[in-house]
């Protein structure tokens, strides 16, 4: 948005040892944040170390990280999507219109994914086919998306759901570990190679940094793009099936506000929102951090609306924090 | 003489707002009514003062996300001093209310400018943080209409001329943004920070403190529209304007203002803003259910920002888009 004089480059005459530059760096720094809430959770709140609780913890964040990783690689790449969240209200929708006409799980799950990527899709037309700017598209897409949910419900709610359909939302693997939870280690992991170890993941960083540039070094610049509204389109319908699977039910107001949420996580995580940096290790500690801080409070009774005080002064402060120390050690050569 | 060029997309869109006022009008007359279009524009009021507000920022390239939570918090604040003192004029009351937004608009100012955190980041920071402030200074509690002082809900309601002072607020407000953005170094200056921040800066012009005073100017456009928006509703609690801040930047996107800075109008923000407007207040008259108006103002926002993409678009781009479409 802000496109203030880069600063000057200062070239180092060596670089620093790998140890060190991972000490400095940004995911280290997020990694200390959550140490230490953990560490103030445990001795604020004597119910905060148990396995059951904190197992119910990770349903704070699971689903809204999913879509934050698929969001990460899109943000990277110098876009956005705010209607992430009326993707859930939508998808959830039509699955509860196909519960009411006899679907199965299955069938429930194949519409909850299609409807994700048909929201995906329709995105990625008017940001790359039509070349518009994907914050008004998506803000636009929200309304829209939404607003069928709308005329779909009014104010009436789908229940119904099959009882096997629960597996997903309140299922657990073994002992404490949910489905979700397993959903969100493998999409993480997914995510991790597909940004880091792929030249996919290489191409979106380089978009990001210069897209013009990257044109003309051969990158499908729209045709990634496309790909990425796929992907948070996709993991909306993820984690729609999740999201419905866990309350048993759907309002068109399903998931309001979620997508400031998965923002929130993903700036949290250190990815830059100008486009071009950024990583899902980091990503994936914001989640940690915002659901053990939004848990430990709840265990405090603090009321929700003021947890919000505490995550947005976490994001301000987080970011703020590495840019006045910057300043502090500038001044001091000085 | 030199004639200027009809600007084509507010024209365009004042058509639009034309063709929907027909349309309303061919199902209940009554509609188009000077009574109601004058109920319309005072229901419009709040939404057009914030539109000038966040057209200001987003010329700058910049957005502001915490209006709505900048005009919920400043509204709790004024109705709960309006609870201790009774008595309190109202000139003093919209004094504070105007200097309490155009802080929190500081305070975004200030993150944006010397720390250069992305504007959607600090914005998205505050709100939250804005919001929750409402709950703690209130204790969750509401602010009721029968503890506020006649004077303080009546000032927004009182008729001059017909139009209620809420109303007028809007004109004014419309009036000095027309005058400052075209005739004024600051409104200039506003311009060319959106327009090209690096040729601004050769000029001699400080981009960070163009875009400090931006967010001050939203911010206090805010907090007026938190007192009047309290006192004309008659209550405070923490959830008033809940999401208001995207209804906000539709009608900046809708009225012809580019998110990528530098090209709008105060004419584009007031139009966009006097569509959303027509669209809420059309539907129940032609018995379309109101769970239809979001899905609604989602497609005009689409369809606004298509046609404001293609008309923009110049003979250089087009090459380009050219080169980028064979790929």
Redesign the interface.
């Known amino acids: 948005?802000?496109?203030?004089?880069a600063p000057l480059r200062n070239i180092p005459d060596r670089l620093n040892s790998r140890a060190f530059r991972t000490f400095r760096s940004w995911e280290s720094l997020l990694l200390a944040v959550a140490v230490a809430i953990f560490v103030v959770n445990s001795f604020t709140s004597p119910y905060f170390l148990n396995a059951w609780n904190l197992s119910d913890a990770t349903f704070n964040f699971t689903e809204k990280a999913m879509i934050a990783f698929a969001m990460a690689l899109l943000i990277i790449a110098g876009e956005i999507d705010l209607s992430v969240a009326s993707i859930i209200a939508l998808a959830s929708t039509a699955m509860g219109l196909a519960v009411q006409h006899g679907a199965g799980t299955p069938e429930l799950v194949a519409i909850g994914l299609t409807v994700g990527l048909l929201c995906g899709a329709f995105n990625a037309v008017?940001v790359t086919v039509?070349?518009?700017?994907s914050?008004?598209?998506t803000?636009?897409?929200?309304?829209?998306?939404?607003?069928?949910s709308?005329?779909i419900l009014?104010?009436d709610a789908f229940r119904g759901y099959p009882t096997s359909f629960a597996w997903f939302g309140q299922g657990y693997i073994y002992w404490v570990f949910t489905v979700e939870m397993l959903f969100f280690v493998i999409i993480a992991v997914i995510y991790g190679v597909l940004l880091h170890k792929t030249s996919f993941g290489r191409s979106v960083y380089a978009i990001g940094n210069n897209p013009?540039g990257a044109?003309f070094s051969g990158i499908?610049?729209?045709?990634v793009k496309f790909i990425l509204f796929l992907l948070t389109g996709l993991m909306s319908g993820v984690a729609a099936i999740c999201l419905t699977s866990r309350l048993g039910s759907t309002r068109?107001s399903i998931a309001?506000?979620m997508e400031?949420e998965v923002?929130?996580m993903v700036?949290l995580g250190g990815v830059?929102?100008?486009g071009g940096s950024g990583s899902i290790p980091g990503v994936v500690i914001a989640a940690f951090v915002m659901g053990l801080v939004t848990f430990g409070l709840g265990l405090l009774n603090v009321?929700g609306?003021?947890?919000?005080?505490f995550?947005?002064?976490l994001?301000?402060g987080v970011?703020?924090l590495p840019?006045?120390w910057t300043m502090a050690a500038r001044a001091k050569k000085r | 003489m030199l004639s200027r060029k009809i600007p084509v997309r507010e024209t365009i869109l004042a058509g639009a707002i034309g063709l929907l006022l027909i349309l309303a009008a061919s199902r209940f007359s009554g509609f188009v009514a000077p009574a109601n279009l004058a109920n319309v524009f005072n229901d419009t009021a709040p939404l057009i003062i914030l539109a000038l507000g966040q057209m200001v920022v987003i010329l700058t390239r910049c957005i502001d996300l915490s209006v709505a939570a900048n005009l919920a918090l400043t509204g709790m604040a004024v109705a709960m001093i309006n609870v201790a003192f009774p008595d309190l004029p109202i000139p003093v009351i919209i004094a504070i209310a105007i200097l309490l937004g155009g802080l929190m608009g500081a305070i975004n100012g200030i993150l944006v400018w010397k720390l250069s955190i992305p504007p959607i980041v600090v914005t998205l920071g505050t709100m939250t943080i804005f919001r929750g402030m409402i709950f703690l200074i209130s204790d969750g509690k509401w602010v009721n209409s029968h503890e506020m002082s006649a004077s303080f809900t009546g000032f927004p309601r009182a008729e001059i001329l017909g139009l209620p002072i809420l109303s007028w607020a809007a004109i004014v407000a419309v009036v000095i943004f027309a005058v400052v953005m075209s005739r004024t170094p600051l409104g200039r200056s506003i311009y060319a920070v959106g327009g090209n921040p690096h040729a601004a800066v050769y000029t001699g012009i400080n981009v960070g403190k163009t875009q400090f005073f931006a967010f001050v100017i939203s911010g206090a456009l805010a907090g007026l529209t938190g007192y009047l928006w309290v006192a004309r509703y008659a209550v405070a609690y923490v959830d008033i304007a809940g999401g208001f801040e995207l209804e906000v930047v539709a009608a900046c996107v809708i009225g012809g203002i580019s998110i990528a800075g530098g090209i709008g109008s105060v004419g584009g923000a007031v139009l966009g803003a006097l569509f959303l407007g027509v669209v809420k207040n059309a539907l129940p008259v032609v018995n379309i259910s109101p769970f239809w108006q979001l899905a609604i103002s989602g497609s005009a926002i689409l369809i606004a920002v298509a046609f404001n993409a293609s008309a923009g678009r110049t003979k250089g781009r087009i090459i380009l888009k050219s080169a980028e479409k064979s790929t």
């Open positions: 948005m802000s496109d203030t004089l008017f039509l070349g518009l700017p914050i008004v598209v803000i636009g897409t929200m309304s829209l998306f939404r607003g069928i709308y005329i009014g104010d013009t044109l499908r610049v729209q045709r068109p309001q506000g400031l923002v929130t700036v830059n929102i100008l009321p609306i003021v947890m919000s005080i995550i947005g002064l994001l301000i970011i703020a840019r006045l």
